[in-house]
């Protein structure tokens, strides 16, 4: 099973059941989820190099 990073896009007018859950209210929204559990997120657009240095603070394995 792939362990990856997956990235949704999902529209808040049909999913209201996420909304919900997850409290989006505005867009674009971006929430870092793991294991069910919101670890950051923000409002509005960021620039690759800020995505990336996200993934790798949020979704990096640590090192034993």
Not at 26 to 41: E, M
Request: proline fraction near 5%.
């Amino acid at each position: 099973k792939s362990k990856g990073i997956k990235i949704y896009k999902v529209n808040i007018e049909k999913s209201e059941a996420l909304v919900a859950k997850y409290g989006t209210p505005q867009v674009p929204a971006l929430l870092y989820i793991k294991d069910g559990k919101i670890l950051d997120g923000y409002v509005g657009l960021k620039q690759m190099k800020e995505l990336k240095r996200d993934m790798k603070i949020y979704f990096q394995n640590p090192k034993s």
